[in-house]
């Protein structure tokens, strides 16, 4: 396994004079011809002045970015997370993100400078836009992405012949939702999706599978239970990377986190015509913050992944650490089967 760091934070320009970039991360990646294009999630904040006041942005819909003034030490906010402030009325994001479109030519060297950007623009977007993903249906690049406001977190939709213009489809699922990757070709027919609801009192945070004829409405919403790992506690998994197919089936790369908020990457086979049925699931982690900048940061002990790229003897698994850079893991698809072992 060959692990580097490869966009750091402090190489990208925020967005006006007045904000930082806290973190460039979570990216979703695809080949497209003779390059790479990546989506980067680019979350950024206001610069503190104000030794009494914390400056929180969020964006409102026709009007632009709002700066709300915060104190910075009265009881009755809660800021234990620091990429939360609370009270019993409103929840704010420190920080706000947008997407920036990037190029490679060596899928390593992305170039910020002359990247697109793409901002959040209406109500249910009003926190920022976080964590796409992309896949290739046909000629045309679907994106699935989160979108976080005081309606909560929805699963949006966008569609581009080019990363240039982009046709937006709107909430596809229910609120709350994330985590949502779409298979990159019909199986039986119908259109597959992997996405992670939030929980009432009764729920776990699991990963759930859905069908649509259209890409728009989604239904028969399946649990998908055996996807919960069981070689050390977990408290949620989420869909990673978009799966990509195999002789012995689709491959799914996706997360887990512990009762800690640590970690880490597994895997899971999922029958080639039927992806309700999980065939073989990590035995162990795939991938785990073992490197400095994956174990200190914004978020310390933090993998996590949107986006990879298969050839025919490795993988390139492009990942967020601790919410402020992206690295990039190379696996050989041996060291990707040995991981694996079959369902009992």
């Known amino acids: 396994m060959d692990k580097q760091l490869i966009i750091d934070k402090s190489r990208v320009r925020p967005s006006r004079p007045d904000f930082e ?10 080949q497209a011809d003779d390059h790479y294009v990546m989506i ?22 026709a009007k632009g970015v ?24 409103q929840t704010y994001l420190t920080s706000v993100s947008h997407f920036r479109i990037v190029q490679s030519q060596n899928g390593i060297d992305f ?21 796409p993903r992309i896949t290739k249906i046909g000629d045309a690049y679907y994106v699935t992405f989160s979108a976080v406001s005081s309606n909560g977190i929805n699963v949006r939709l966008m569609k581009t012949l080019d990363f240039k213009k982009f046709k937006r489809y709107g909430n596809i699922l229910h609120s709350d939702n994330k985590d949502c990757v779409l298979f990159p070709q019909k199986i039986n027919g119908r259109f597959y999706a992997l996405h992670r609801p939030s929980i009432s009192q009764f729920g776990k945070l699991d990963i759930w599978i859905a069908e649509s004829d259209n890409l728009s409405d989604w239904g028969n919403h399946q649990i998908m239970l055996d996807a919960r790992i069981h ?27 512990d009762y800690q908020h640590r970690y880490h990457l597994t ?4 029958d080639a015509k039927d992806p309700h049925r999980i065939l073989k699931k990590s035995r162990y982690p795939l991938v785990m913050p073992t490197e400095c900048y994956e174990q200190k ?25 601790c919410d402020e850079h992206i690295a990039k893991c190379r696996l050989t698809m041996q060291e990707l089967w040995d991981n694996l072992e079959a369902i009992r």
């Open 297 to 321: 940061g914004f978020v310390n002990d933090v993998v996590f992944t949107c986006g990879l790229i298969e050839g025919d003897e490795y993988l390139d698994i492009y990942y967020g650490v």
């Open 66 to 89: 709002k700066i709300e003034k915060i104190p910075r030490h009265s009881p009755d906010f809660d800021y234990s997370d620091p990429r939360i402030i609370k009270n019993t009325h």
């Open 111 to 131: 170039d910020f400078d002359q990247a697109e950007m793409l901002f959040p623009d209406n109500i249910y977007e009003e926190y920022g836009i976080e964590d």
């Open 21 to 30: 970039v806290i973190g460039v991360f979570n990216p979703a990646i695809i």
């Open 267 to 270: 895997a899971m086979l999922l």
């Open 40 to 61: 980067a999630r680019v979350a950024e904040g206001v610069k503190q002045t104000d030794p009494d006041y914390i400056y929180v942005p969020h964006f409102i819909h």
């Open 231 to 257: 070689y050390q506690p977990s408290v949620r998994v989420g869909a990673g990377a978009v799966p990509f197919l195999t002789d012995q089936g689709w491959v799914v790369i996706y997360h887990s986190a």
